[in-house]
């Protein structure tokens, strides 16, 4: 059973949630904040699997409450779920420990799929996202269109056999593409491919 935290001020958003977790019935919501200050309290005391965590919080925002979970309870993910399409926003949350990050416009099947990937502790990032952290790193480290394509994929926890039939290429292409970009950023796992964009210091 995946146990869920949800954190956000608006009762209609975390009511919107649960009515979408209920489609698994592997997923249960362990507990509900509607601060920031509350939601680090009942994070740390409940350990939850995954916590969905808004930006703008009272109190303490989302940010600064991802940052103070992540060390009390590093097993517990931090989904970031918010309107916020603002790119120094997803750095500093990603910066602050959170795995995924969701805009609110995403879809259910967005929800749950995120949920799934952290509860395995595989980043998730909706397609937007991924997008614009990459594009930083394209300009810089020269990377081709194609390679910044297979490296969003992989980013969004897609195995290279899926990318090849996306993408209508061999499977030897997909890796071929995907370890030069990998080393034209000077990185070494998965993990790292959307850290690369969120460290300004590299980008």
Do not use: W
């Amino acid at each position: 059973m995946v146990r869920i935290f949800l954190a956000d001020q608006h009762v209609l958003i975390r009511g919107g949630l649960r009515a979408v977790l209920r489609a698994r019935s592997d997923f249960t919501v362990c507990g509900e904040a509607d601060n920031g200050a509350e939601a680090v309290k009942l994070i740390i005391q409940a350990k939850p699997d995954v916590a969905i965590m808004n930006v703008n919080m009272p109190d303490i925002n989302g940010i600064e409450a991802t940052r103070q979970i992540r060390k009390a309870a590093p097993n517990t993910e931090i989904l970031i779920f918010t309107a916020e399409d603002n790119e120094d926003i997803m750095r500093e949350s990603l910066r602050a420990g959170a795995r995924g990050y969701l805009l609110k416009s995403a879809s259910d099947e967005q929800i749950i799929d995120a949920i799934a990937a952290l509860a395995e502790h595989h980043g998730y990032y909706s397609d937007s996202v991924t997008e614009k952290l990459l594009r930083g790193g394209e300009n810089r480290s020269h990377l081709t269109t194609r390679e910044r394509e297979v490296l969003r994929l992989i980013a969004n926890g897609r195995r290279s056999k899926e990318i090849a039939m996306m993408l209508g290429v061999s499977l030897r292409t997909v890796e071929t593409h995907r370890a030069a970009g990998m080393r034209k950023l000077h990185l070494h796992s998965v993990a790292e491919v959307v850290r690369y964009a969120i460290r300004e210091q590299l980008v």
